[in-house]
């Protein structure tokens, strides 16, 4: 089978998003105004009143029937549910102009219903375009291995446990493991991190990132919705349901505007502005706006920021992340790598630190310790050749001893190997002895720390020039060890704290007032997470807990994106008022103008989704965000 066949990267559509949606926006905005043109030209040339004449007003009436036949059952429906919908004032101005036998301005109103339910269609699409191209990216086809056979099959007759192969150029069908095999895979799809990770044997890998360079067979873990893009998309496709503050805002607006308008009308034709006034009132202020201002603003700005690795539940997150002014972060696996590293190796003899390395590392060769691994890693680093040890055990608390080359060798507490190794605060120590006749002789020291990462001072500073007044702390950890972090970064601190311990302090900050941002791993942080007004889950590829409990998940561990987060949270809440604004400022110019018999029911019909463009121009800039 030629490499591709089953999942090829096309170009990802995101990426053609803006181009596509440009066109598409001055394609639609000169047919508008085209049309537009023709309506004014008509009113103002008379051009219209000949057909009037030249048409009996029943086959008139019968045109405006059956062109809106599709509008009018729907208010018909409606109405029977004691509903009111934004068509519900257009037909009540059409039907006025056809009652003073005025057909041509009814069936320009109908055009424009018509019209506008096709831009309320369109502009809500191009919100959701982002999010569309995403789930596209997720491979359909598979090649397993079946009966020692490579076969090709639909994604959804994988089964959890079977070997996919994934050759150059492909995308990676499920989430699994790899077996065999080595390349170089571009997770921007998943993560938005622009750098190809490279996995061999025992890496995990995720549906929708692509093979660069190389060849892998995986093991099965996950498949369809149930990988973690899977469950990104859904997420992201969720986040329309939780309506935020400004949202809720415009919903009980539209439940006193249409009567607002409707006692407009009725004031202008009582008022003597005539019955064609009223129906202009009526057909001018049905604009559908109010309505479309938040979600579509909501919409660009969860699709763009799913395709930067960074994904938001909703409105109401979005709205809590634009006004944070406290920042609640977590120690080990947050602001640290989690990952313990080598920095010292110094000898107690004559032997090199070298020597003592390498001993110490073929000593812990059989041992998953973290500390462990951080040993075995400086060795591996340094090109030392490992002999494997004849004899290992390991002992809970203290350390392990092996016997290499013959001697045996210990690793663990200075205490234990009655040495003197006190560590600095954050730092932890481990002796090396050898065995000799007195019993184990110190030959050697090894430090060890957790890193912080690199990038987070600098978003530190990015949240404090936010305006994000407050950062503490929070971790387990011992206060001294929490002292010289917290030092190095500058921010208060709270140690020795348990899962519960730390929801309490969330709960305190809240019930003072403020709206508290929790960043944590999404393991021991899970309750924090959930209690804040918006928890920020760091580094969420492959863990389901975090995923789930956290209305914000980052799934690339880079601090950067938090204050990222909160500024894009912030030009949507900037972009939702200013559509707002304009829809605001729109329709009081229009009531104005069609209540003083200015503006007549075809222009009022041709001007009445002028807001919806406005909007969907200015919620399209969200779709360019980019983080920084």
């Known amino acids: 089978m030629a490499a591709g066949t089953c999942c090829s990267p096309e170009t990802p559509p995101a990426r053609n ?4 949606l440009a066109g598409r926006f001055r394609l639609l905005l000169g047919l508008v105004a085209a049309v537009i043109l023709l309506v004014v030209a008509g009113e103002g040339l008379g051009l219209l009143e000949p057909v009037k004449g030249a048409v009996p007003l029943p086959i008139g009436a019968a045109l405006v029937a059956a062109a809106g036949w599709p509008v009018f059952r729907g208010v018909l429906t409606a109405a029977r549910r004691r509903q009111v919908t934004s068509h519900t004032l257009m037909t009540l101005g059409a039907l006025g102009a056809l009652a003073v036998g005025d057909w041509v301005s ?24 982002a999010i569309k191209a995403l789930s596209e990216l997720s491979p359909k086809l598979a090649v397993v291995i079946r009966d020692g056979t490579e076969v090709e099959v639909p994604i959804g007759d994988v089964r959890a446990g079977e070997t996919v192969v994934v050759r150059n150029g492909e995308r990676v069908p499920v989430d699994g493991v790899v077996v065999d095999g080595w390349a170089a895979v571009d997770q921007s799809a998943l993560t938005g991190e622009g750098l190809p990770v490279e996995v061999g044997p025992g890496a995990p890998v995720y549906a929708a990132t692509v093979v660069r360079q190389g060849y892998l067979r995986v093991r099965v873990v996950q498949v369809g919705p149930d990988t973690t893009f899977g469950r990104v998309i859904r997420l992201v496709e969720e986040a329309e349901a939780h309506r935020g503050q400004m949202q809720r805002l415009a919903d009980r607006f539209s439940a006193w505007y249409m009567p607002v308008v409707v006692g407009v009308a009725a004031g202008t034709l009582l008022l003597g502005g005539g019955p064609l006034a009223a129906a202009a009132v009526l057909v001018v202020a049905c604009s559908c706006a109010f309505a479309l201002a938040t979600p579509v603003a909501v919409l660009a700005a969860v699709g763009a920021a799913a395709r930067h690795g960074l994904v938001v539940k909703g409105g109401r997150f979005i709205e809590a992340l634009a006004r944070t002014d406290l920042l609640l972060i977590d120690k080990t696996g947050t602001v640290t790598l989690g990952q313990p590293r080598v920095v010292e190796v110094s000898a ?13 590392a073929a000593a812990e060769a059989y041992s998953n310790h973290p500390l462990a691994v951080a040993i075995r890693t400086a060795a591996q680093e340094r090109g030392l050749s490992l002999p494997a040890p004849e004899a290992f055990e390991e002992i809970p608390g203290l350390g392990v001893r092996a016997r290499v080359d013959g001697q045996w060798v210990h690793v663990g507490r200075p205490d234990w190997l009655e040495v003197n190794g006190s560590a600095s605060p954050g730092e932890i120590t ?3 002895a050898v065995e000799a006749a007195g019993g184990p002789k110190p030959c050697g020291l090894i430090r060890l720390t957790d890193s912080v990462r690199p990038e987070v001072p600098e978003a530190l500073g990015m949240l404090r020039a936010a305006g994000v007044r407050h950062i503490e702390l929070l971790t387990g950890d011992r206060p001294e060890v929490a002292a010289v972090l917290a030092g190095r970064l500058g921010i208060p601190f709270r140690a020795g704290l348990m899962p519960q311990d730390k929801l309490a302090v ?19 942080d899970a309750p924090a997470l959930a209690a804040a007004d918006v928890g920020i889950a760091m580094g969420a590829v492959g863990s389901d807990l ?5 209305p914000v998940v980052l799934l690339r561990e880079d601090w950067r994106l938090v204050p990222a987060a909160i500024n894009l949270a912030r030009r949507t809440v900037r972009a939702i008022w200013l559509n707002l604004l304009l829809t605001a400022l729109y329709n009081l110019v229009g009531l104005s103008l069609a209540a003083a018999g200015v503006l007549p029911v075809s222009l009022a019909a041709a001007a009445q989704f002028i807001p919806d463009l406005l909007i969907l121009g200015n919620s399209a800039r969200l779709i360019r965000w980019r983080p920084g």
């Open 17 to 20: 998003l803006l181009p596509g």
């Open 348 to 360: 107690l003899d004559t032997g090199s630190a070298l020597d003592v390395l390498g001993l110490a």
């Open 506 to 524: 969330v709960n305190d900050y809240r019930a003072r007032g403020h709206t508290v941002v929790m960043v944590g791993d999404g393991i021991n």
């Open 546 to 550: 975090a995923i789930e409990t956290a």
């Open 106 to 129: 009814a069936l320009v109103v109908v055009f424009f219903m018509r019209t506008g339910e096709a831009i309320e269609e369109f502009t809500v699409d191009q919100a959701r375009r």
């Open 430 to 432: 481990l002796a090396v």
